[in-house]
């Protein structure tokens, strides 16, 4: 079974070893229980708005449709640098389409993670942003995207959460004190692994 990861820093791992990635981490993972899934395909670059992912996606055309897990993960640059959630909406639910087909249509075998807040993180201190409009931007755009999964028929899975409850800890940050650490990476596993794992099984 094959595996696609599409995303921006978040997926590829920004300032960690390649097995600390998430989508890496999760392949294991489902392997240790006996899903036989290969490493991960990432399509992912840091700093990737949904236009960049989707312009990446179609550099690498033909994908073909024969994945058995997509994950989607994309949006915080969006909010980053202010673009109009009208205008993720519309790119969101462009590239959720793609990763669809990419699943053959099977609507199950795709699963979008939330964004993660930043405005937790060290960084966002050290630019004086404002923590609780970045929390409220955040929500906003994790809301719309849950909402066009839902109207897809695709499983949206909360890591903002455990992003905000872990995401000042110095373990859980790489260097760059903006970044999840592969500790981090862990706990999002953690919360995607069963999900993947009914719908590889079941769905």
């Not at 949904?50 to 179609?58: F, W």
């Not at 110095?170 to 650490?181: E, R, V, Y």
Request: hydrophobic content about 40%; glycine content about 10%; some cysteine.
């Amino acid at each position: 079974m094959h595996y696609l990861a599409l995303g921006d820093s978040y997926t590829i791992g920004e300032g960690v070893a390649e097995h600390g990635r998430w989508p890496v981490q999760l392949a294991d993972a489902l392997r240790r229980e006996g899903i036989a899934i290969s490493d991960p395909r990432i399509i992912a670059t840091t700093g990737w708005t949904t236009s960049e992912l989707s312009a990446a996606m179609a550099a690498e055309e033909p994908l073909g449709k024969n994945w058995g897990l997509v994950t989607l993960l994309i949006g915080v640059n969006n909010q980053y640098r202010g673009e109009h959630l009208d205008d993720y909406r519309r790119e969101f639910t462009v590239l959720l389409d793609r990763a669809i087909a990419c699943a053959d249509g099977r609507a199950s075998r795709v699963l979008v993670p939330s964004i993660p807040d930043w405005g937790v993180t060290p960084h966002a201190r050290r630019e004086s942003r404002d923590r609780a409009q970045i929390a409220r931007d955040i929500d906003a755009f994790n809301a719309t995207a849950h909402a066009v999964c839902d109207n897809r028929g695709v499983t949206f899975i909360d890591i903002t959460a455990i992003s905000r409850r872990h995401g000042g800890e110095s373990d859980m940050l790489a260097n760059d004190g903006l970044h999840p650490s592969a500790a981090m990476y862990g706990l999002w596993t953690g919360l995607i692994l069963p999900v993947a794992r009914d719908r590889l099984r079941n769905g």
